[in-house]
């Protein structure tokens, strides 16, 4: 069977979609907003950059930041179980806003999980 690329699967446009809609519930999400900048222009677009190089795409991200370093990135920011579960709800959300179903998305959300619990490095703030 042939292998198709996951960013040649979802495409540059459904792309910016999915992370817009994202970025938009992380700006009023009680846990996550106020770990997060007021303006979110940039953090989108480094998200887009990084997600096509995640998905397989073309790595504009690693081009103009370097290495990723996912998890040091996040140091300076409180990772606890709860926000990575918050995280990964607006991601849910998100994908059911534009649409992304099947095959595709269920391989794309667990590797999300997967990263997401890689992030954490706080516990929760009543532990
Ligand atoms: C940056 C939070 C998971 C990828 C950030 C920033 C915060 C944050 C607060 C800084 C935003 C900014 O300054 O513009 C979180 C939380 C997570 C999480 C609470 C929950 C587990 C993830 C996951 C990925 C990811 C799962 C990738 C699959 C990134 C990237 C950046 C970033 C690429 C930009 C790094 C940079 O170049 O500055 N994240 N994040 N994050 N996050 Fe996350």
Not at 27 to 52: C, M
Request: hydrophobic residues 35%; proline residues 7%.
């Amino acid at each position: 069977r042939k292998y198709t690329i996951p960013y040649e699967e979802i495409g540059a446009e459904k792309l910016s979609e999915l992370l817009h809609a994202f970025y938009k519930r992380v700006a009023s999400h009680p846990q996550l907003k106020p770990i997060f900048p007021d303006d979110l222009t940039e953090t989108i677009r480094k998200q887009i950059q990084f997600q096509t190089q995640y998905l397989g795409g073309p790595n504009i991200y690693t081009e103009e930041h370097g290495h990723p370093m996912l998890r040091a990135r996040h140091i300076p920011f409180k990772i606890t179980p709860d926000r990575a579960q918050a995280w990964l709800e607006c991601m849910k959300e998100a994908m059911d806003e534009v649409g992304l179903e099947g095959k595709f998305r269920e391989v794309y959300y667990q590797r999300l999980v997967l990263t997401a619990n890689h992030m954490i490095n706080s516990p929760n703030e009543d532990e």
